[in-house]
């Protein structure tokens, strides 16, 4: 076997996981007070692999799950995620039905097909067409044009969508229906892709086949764009993270919920994790700030109970009691992080927390004996985080990094020129009255006696979460190939640990120079 280069000269400077924390066991470490040290490689980024499992049924192809708040993970951002390979975990700030339908939406989505396209009405004016585009910042101008019962009558073309047109009605500026290649949804098969494929092929020029059923109803799109993204995806190193029946992941978060006379409704959540598994859901956060408390490991027993198969996830916890506690009730994956997130103030209301690192140290100790995951949770603010938060733990959950992105609840607001999201902590007044206080601990109609733990907020609109996870996923894939590590396992092993100062984070980040585009 070919020997490692190293030298025992790094040894006291570049620690282990077990030397490094135990050395500063009375401090906790937080992803800035830290970096990680080279070591020789022969893997190159490119050929790294970061496949996690977090359950025996639950397999991710990149270790990123989008968090269950109310202005970030909704289907169309769950749907994002597991078309990347990861995974997004629906918020409980809805009603129980629309959750069910949330999780219908992600498992019956044809990757491709766009089940519901933005259509338009034969009585409006270009120029309306136009303000929808600038308003909800589309990336595209060709839309179907539908009747008021969703009869297709023409399809408008993105050439004619333009200020000198504005005054003119859609009826005149369509293309009209008999001119409309379509395909009927019966005939699209097994494989819609494979036969979009093969009807752009053969109709040069066409780069939009509408759907329609008997009746002529538009009920769905699909593009040429899409298509070739698809094809091309099939042979890509990162897949989509799907179930056993080819259907995308799903994951659900919900509340230990209560009664009217305070205790664990144990029915009631029976009853709505029944329904969500029946419409396909791969996995369930029982999700709360505390996750060390009779409630919440009550409700994952009374869970493990009724779903032997199906994947818990549990949390938060800071601590390896913790842990141990929430595997010991039956869950498989525990959340760490308590007060790390960027809207989060519980460490300023409550006092409570530990930084991250260190809480997910002490936590990785307690669920490697236990033989469950740990998913690190809150707190990543660049890709550097991620890798770091991955030397620990199984996969990173994400809330803040992706509030901005098209795929998430909400529109954009514009503040003197510049775009922007709202983003709120689950703990916020506002999320709260929503619906999220039980996971605060607090009643349903919290009043100004509670102490809000979040604050609500504005990301700066991104664009699509594709090239946010692509930026995340370039900087996990150069720290592996800096510590040699060909997969998370290796990761995990060889990471090597030092202190930073504060002078040696200022150094980290550009400095001395005017900075014209931002890297990371
Ligand atoms: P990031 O840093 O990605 O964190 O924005 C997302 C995570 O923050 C947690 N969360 C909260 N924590 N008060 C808190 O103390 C809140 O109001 C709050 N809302 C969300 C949650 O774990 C999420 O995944």
Request: hydrophobic share 40%; glycine share 10%.
């Amino acid at each position: 076997m070919a020997t490692v280069p190293n030298s025992s000269f790094d040894e006291p400077f570049f620690q282990s996981a077990d030397k490094f924390f135990t050395a500063n066991c009375n401090t906790g470490l937080t992803f800035d007070d830290i970096t990680l040290a080279t070591l020789y490689s022969e893997i190159l980024p490119r050929d790294t692999q970061f496949d996690t499992v977090l359950a025996e049924n639950l397999r991710l192809n990149i270790p990123v799950i989008s968090s269950d708040m109310d202005t970030v993970t909704e289907s169309r951002m769950a749907i994002a995620m597991a078309l990347n390979g990861g995974l997004g975990l629906l918020h409980y700030n809805m009603p129980e039905k629309q959750q069910l339908s949330e999780v219908s939406r992600v498992k019956n989505h044809v990757h491709g097909l766009i089940q519901d396209p933005i259509k338009v009405s034969p009585d409006q004016l270009v120029g309306d067409v136009l303000g929808m585009i600038e308003q909800k910042k589309f990336g595209f101008s060709t839309f179907p044009v539908v009747d008021g019962k969703g009869k297709l009558v023409g399809l408008l073309p993105g050439h004619v969508v333009k200020p000198r047109y504005a005054q003119r009605k859609i009826a005149e500026a369509m293309q009209p229906r008999a001119q409309i290649q379509t395909i009927n949804k019966k005939e699209l098969g097994k494989d819609p892709i494979a036969r979009a494929d093969k009807f752009f092929t053969e109709n040069l020029g066409i780069h939009k086949l509408l759907v329609v059923d008997d009746e002529d109803n538009l009920c769905g799109l699909i593009t040429l764009n899409d298509v070739e993204h698809i094809t091309a995806e099939r042979t890509a190193q990162f897949k989509p993270a799907r179930d056993a029946h080819f259907r995308l992941i799903c994951g659900a978060a919900i509340s230990a919920t209560r009664n009217a006379f305070g205790d664990l409704d144990k029915k009631r959540i029976l009853e709505h994790v029944n329904n969500l598994v029946e419409r396909g859901l791969d996995v369930v956060a029982v999700s709360t700030a505390h996750g060390f408390t009779k409630g919440v490991g009550d409700t994952v027993k009374v869970l493990r109970d009724a779903f032997p198969e199906l994947p818990i996830i549990a949390g938060n916890v800071t601590s390896a009691a913790g842990v141990d506690f929430l595997a010991d009730c039956g869950a498989n994956a525990i959340k760490v992080g308590q007060g790390p997130a960027s809207i989060c103030t519980t460490r300023i209301v409550a006092g409570i927390g530990i930084p991250q690192l260190t809480a997910l140290y002490v936590c990785s100790l307690a669920a490697a004996k236990k033989k469950v995951t740990i998913l690190s949770d809150g707190g990543i603010t660049k890709s550097g985080d991620v890798v770091k938060a991955l030397t620990l733990s199984h996969a990173v959950i994400c809330g803040g990094i992706f509030a901005g992105c098209d795929e998430t609840p909400g529109d954009i607001v514009e503040i003197s020129g510049s775009h922007y999201k709202k983003y709120r902590g689950m703990g916020s007044m506002g999320a709260m009255k929503a619906g999220s206080a039980a996971r605060y601990g607090h009643g349903k109609n919290p009043t100004q006696k509670v102490a809000p733990e979040g604050i609500e907020a504005l990301k700066e609109a991104c664009g699509s979460v594709d090239l946010v996870l692509a930026q995340l996923i370039g900087g996990i894939q150069s720290g592996m190939g800096y510590l040699g590590a060909a997969n998370l396992e290796q990761l995990r092993a060889k990471a090597r640990y030092i202190r930073v100062t504060a002078a040696g984070m200022r150094e980290a980040a550009p400095h001395d120079v005017v900075e014209l585009k931002t890297g990371y």
